[in-house]
């Protein structure tokens, strides 16, 4: 398998689930024109990461990714089953990661693309950070009594809010005032996968390991 990936983007939660897996696999880091390369759009015409290629298969998006390293992979232990209660949740929170998490940082990140009034780009960020703020509440409250986002150990939803998580410890309400998506963080953070994914992209987690 080879994963198409950039470091510190949510594809950092597709690596994450490979070196869970511990088969062997190769990840390439690609810049923004290299992502938009003609060879690169045969692999993924969004022209973004994350791209995963196992065999002919080439597959783009980072919840079709998760699912897909869960499904061939159950010997992993990196989800709950499928048929099973706990896999339906599985699939409502990797939705809510991907589909309403994820788009609420976007226009804090390149507020150019949300207007075209280039004085107004503050007043995007801002809104846009109220709505993660509203996101990780609710995720924060779900994650109240628990350990982890589904089930009774890590899977790739945790690793999936791992990696947007990360993105919001330098905001004005940062990452660490939301007291349980902040302790999942730590421990994962201090996974040794996780450690090894950092490793590769040349990164550091946005919270202090513990030696």
Known sequence: MKLYSAPGTCATAMHIALEWIGKPYEVEHVDFP???SEEYLKLNPSGVVPTLV?????????MAILLHLLDQNPQANIGPAAGTADRVHLHRWLAYLSGTLHPYFWPVFMPMRFTTDANGYDDVKAAAKQLVDKALTQIDQHLEGRDWMVGETKSVADAFLYAMASWAYGFKKPTSEYKNIDALVRKLAADPAVQQVHAAQGTSPKVPVAA
């Open 34 to 36: 290299t992502m938009k």
């Open 54 to 62: 196992d065999g002919d298969l080439a597959l783009p998006e980072g």
